[in-house]
């Protein structure tokens, strides 16, 4: 047990290398197949079990170890259940985060099974009842979860036709299923699905096809269909983890150390352990108390007098420096390609007229979700259950099992609809500190951590450095083009321009704070700096940002976003003066096009930035939920604002010296500008994510438009977060 | 300590610790986990509760000064199964994604449509700034907001006809 310090052996560009592997589960499907179909059927009576079956070439998988071509096991990615009174039950490992995939996996099943979405219940992120499913990040849920399963909805529909043309000793092929029922057109007979199950235990297991219905003829899908569950939001009844309760049970905190890589030296818990109820748990360099309720707990924690020794360390002045520096572990590319070449950028400096070599930076920033990490914890007889908001159910039980020594089988984590993430809550550090302080007491444990451990003691989205060297004609042709990125990641890093002599190189290097996923990923800092510097050439060769672009794109996907986001924001229609500029930017990752276009407003005598206008064009295939869309697209775009022009993590060694919402601004009702969403609806494409490539837009397109106004070029993320005069 | 707390119109005996707030013996000892912890620093507002029709900080609040005062909680706004307009309204709009805050939105929100029926739009940011939404849902919570104050508009100009 390593207390607070458990290893995340998980950041930003393992994330990445992870989210592409293709990485085979150690899951047998027969074993777990047989479990959990007679746990099915005695959890829910007869009926009709689908379930989709993935071969590990296409599984995302989080285990170790790269399986051979011979040895590739198959899995089950998703259960769907028609019970024998209609109702239908799905299991998927995914989990609801915000990001509404509760509401919009159950359209996709709803359309293709015939019923009305009120039947459908989605059972996610529950490690007993829901096959493995790697995690809910890299905008995944709806490219992949989505057609599978629309496809085992399709062949469920199927089954109950053909279940029907047998009862009636008819053909099938006139058979209609609509509305839950089969109809046969000639005879006007019906039956309900649930009727149709009854009495049966039927479990058929389909491969990963690609589903049936085009979305052009979706009539559920595609449509704005309200939340699920969403009056549970407004009256306060939805129990997210830290509302939570178990019977006995008790209230967890950890004394945190003094700074990172501290060690314990001493610790006196005597007065502590005097106060009624309160249990006192040390194990290595973790100390933790239990006490009867929230309160009790925080007294408990203040009264022991704990000594740490922890070494020297950096401070955010020297940080980008720091970054610059090779890694301690040479070679590590995290499974990533660290570099691709095309043609020879030595020649297209060569060729060009004008070259142009500027640096980028970005902060660590905070994903600071408003339900801070939180997990409750209850052994039974050796096995242990844990209620935690985590996007990584599976790894979060796998890690569990390898720190308590206890087979995988013995853990169950369950994740109650979370309060957001933002790529923050890929691992499980409160869910073991609950199981630990749940082991010493013998009761349930609950542990909610308070925004200061939030800010402290998760980690943060990458800092980075990048530098990028281009070469122009005259003409406005970008001949060679050379980037180089330290630290923020590899996400996004290729340009989507037409380049004939790139070189683009991610940079591994030792982060001085723990660093991980963050919605986007390193899109948003290989975003702004792209998007800037393409904004500087267009102004050095003296174009129009937005022709500059569209100059250098073959992308017509990327060129269609620019246009319709230039149409609705009336791009050109007015200049740029000294209080009151226009910027633009945009790009392609995970599969959505975004092109965001900002109005920016300088105050003249407090040089304070408002921005007072965002368009944001997006398109990323079929939409399955326009109202949902562009709710995603408008809080995207909105929370791009904090890391854009304000939030930024300061620390000084081995201490957050920002830790609480008073010090590190985020963005509020007084910072929001009117945002507008334009949706591209392709119904001849499949539909990709869009829950997180809507936010790497807005930093590069308001960095552009201080430009423009102010003629200030800004290069660091935030651009002003102390206001316009500082920051230049 | 002991406490008599009147709570949606209830009044509740609670046994309080004397630094006990009253977020943590609304969540705590009365299960209304309605109302959310978010940081315990009266920076986020998503414990806010109603005072006396006043939105407060419940995290800030000392439960023993909440005594004799009439709370009201999210919980409390639903009237015979009927929803709050502006619960209403938050819910046609769909004014959440995560919906962590979504409880102190509302509650600022009733506050502020009881004290003023038909904010304009800069008056409602002004009131509201002390809420964080984190996934930047703000122009939906401002849109429910109107909508909520229009339909009050018009119960009152229904009530006065």
């Given amino acids: 047990m390593s207390g607070n310090t458990h290893t995340l052996d998980l950041d930003v560009a393992q994330a990445l290398a992870l989210e592409n592997a293709q990485q ?73 985060v915000g990001q509404n995939i509760r509401t919009s996996l159950s359209q996709q099943i709803a359309e293709e099974l015939r019923v009305p979405m009120q039947s459908i219940q989605l059972v996610m992120g529950d490690t007993a009842l829901c096959p493995f499913d790697m995690g809910t990040f890299g905008s995944r849920t709806t490219p992949v979860m989505g057609p599978r399963l629309r496809n085992v909805a399709a062949t469920a529909r199927e089954q109950l036709i053909t279940l029907a043309a047998r ?13 839950g029922k089969v109809t ?79 060690s314990l030296v001493s610790v006196d818990s005597a007065e502590a352990e005097k106060m009624p109820g309160v249990t006192v748990v040390r194990d290595g360099n973790f100390v933790g108390v239990v006490a009867p309720d929230e309160p009790g707990a925080m007294r408990a924690v203040k009264a022991i007098r704990a000594e740490w020794k922890a070494p020297q360390q950096s401070s955010d002045a020297t940080l980008f420096s720091d970054l610059r520096k090779p890694t301690s572990e040479p070679g590590e590319t995290y499974g990533m390609n660290p570099s691709h070449v095309a043609g020879s950028v030595e020649q297209g400096f060569a060729s060009a007229d004008k070259t142009l070599s500027q640096t980028y930076t970005v902060a660590y920033i905070a994903h600071a979700p408003l339900e801070p990490r939180a997990a409750l914890a209850e052994w039974n007889n050796g096995k242990l259950t844990v209620w935690t908001g985590t996007q990584r159910p599976f790894a979060v039980r796998d890690d569990l099992a390898e720190t308590f020594h206890v087979s995988p089988d013995n853990v169950r984590v369950i994740v109650p609809d979370t309060g957001s993430a933002y790529g923050g809550k890929h691992v499980g550090d409160a869910a073991v500190e609950a199981a630990r302080l749940a082991k010493a007491a013998g009761k349930p444990v609950r542990v909610v951590w308070t925004r200061e451990e939030e800010f402290t003691w998760a980690y943060f989205r990458p800092a980075g450095v990048i530098d990028v060297k281009s070469g122009v004609r005259k003409d406005g042709t970008v001949v060679a083009w050379r980037f180089d990125n330290y630290n923020s990641g590899p996400s996004a890093i290729r340009t989507p321009y037409n380049i004939a002599n790139q070189k683009i190189e991610f940079h591994a290097s030792d982060s001085p704070l723990r660093q991980g996923s963050y919605r986007g990923l390193a899109a948003t800092a290989n975003h702004f700096a792209r998007e800037t510097h393409m904004d500087e050439l267009a102004h050095a060769v003296g174009m129009d940002p937005l022709e500059f672009r569209l100059k250098n794109l073959q992308d017509s996907r990327l060129a269609a976003v620019f246009q319709a986001a230039a149409e609705k924001f009336g791009w050109g229609r007015e200049k740029s003066f000294p209080a009151r500029g226009f910027g633009i ?59 854009g022009l304000f939030e930024a993590i300061e620390f000084s060694n081995g201490k957050i010296t920002n830790a609480h919402f008073a010090d590190y601004r985020v963005p509020r009702f007084s910072d929001m500008p009117k945002i507008e969403v334009v949706l591209l609806d392709r119904k001849d494409l499949p539909p990709a994510g869009a829950g997180e490539t809507p936010i790497v ?3 590069p397109a308001v960095g552009n438009a201080i430009f423009a106004a102010t003629r200030i070029r800004l290069r660091s993320m935030p651009l002003v977060p102390r206001g316009l005069q500082k920051a230049g | ?9 209830i009044e509740h005996k609670v ?14 000892n009365l299960n209304l986990t309605g109302t959310k912890y978010g940081c315990g620093e009266g920076q986020c507002g998503a414990c806010t509760v109603l005072l006396n029709g006043r939105p407060m900080r419940s995290c800030r609040t000392l439960a023993s000064s909440a005594a004799g005062k009439s709370i009201t909680t999210i919980e409390g706004l639903e009237q015979n199964g009927r929803l709050h307009p502006v619960q209403e309204a938050f819910l046609k709009v769909e004014a959440f994604e995560c919906g962590y ?60 006809r």
Avoid at chain 1, 49 to 62: F, I, K, M, T, Y
Avoid at chain 1, 167 to 179: F, M, N, T, Y
Wanted: include cysteine; hydrophobic fraction near 40%.
């Fill in chain 2, 1 to 9: 300590m002991s406490l008599a707390l009147l709570v949606n119109g």
């Fill in chain 1, 184 to 262: 046969d057109p000639r005879s006007r007979k019906s039956i309900s699905y649930g009727e149709l199950s009854r009495g049966q235990e039927l479990v058929t297991v389909i491969p990963d096809d690609p589903p049936l219905e085009l979305p052009k003829d979706w009539r559920i899908a595609g449509t704005a269909a309200p939340k699920v569950d969403g009056r549970a939001f407004v009256t306060g009844e939805h129990k997210y983890t830290p509302d939570m309760k178990r019977p006995g049970m008790l209230v967890g905190k950890v004394v945190r150390p003094s700074a990172f890589k501290a």
């Fill in chain 1, 585 to 643: 930017a945009g790009g392609v990752e995970k599969g959505g096009y975004i092109a965001t276009c900002a109005k920016v407003e300088i105050d003249p005598t407090s040089r304070d930035v408002a921005v007072r206008r965002i368009v944001a064009a997006f398109e990323c295939g079929a939409i399955v939920n326009p109202d949902g869309l562009r709710n995603q697209v408008a809080g995207a775009a909105a929370q791009g604002l904090g890391g």
């Fill in chain 1, 167 to 179: 009862r009636w000793q008819v053909s099938r092929d006139a058979l209609v299923a609509a509305d």
């Fill in chain 2, 15 to 28: 046994d309080a610790a004397p630094d006990q707030s009253l977020l943590s013996v609304l969540r705590d």
């Fill in chain 1, 697 to 699: 837009g807005t930093a």
């Fill in chain 2, 101 to 160: 805050c979504t409880s102190g939105m509302i509650m600022s929100a009733v506050a502020l449509l009881k004290q003023n029926p038909s904010p304009s739009e800069s008056e409602v940011r002004e009131f509201m700034k002390g809420n964080v939404c984190r996934c930047c849902t703000y122009p939906r919570i401002l849109q429910a907001v109107r909508v909520a104050s229009t339909r009050a508009v018009e119960r009152s100009v229904e009530q006065a």
């Fill in chain 1, 24 to 96: 085979g589960s150690t899951l047998k499907l027969d074993y777990r197949f047989e479990l959990q179909r007679r746990e099915f059927f005695k959890l829910l009576g007869g009926g009709l079990l689908v379930g989709v079956c993935v071969s590990s070439l296409a599984q995302e998988s989080g285990r170790k170890g790269r399986p051979s071509e011979e040895n590739l096991p198959t899995s089950l990615a998703a259960w769907l259940h028609v019970a024998e009174d209609g109702k239908i039950t799905v299991y998927t490992g995914k989990v609801e």
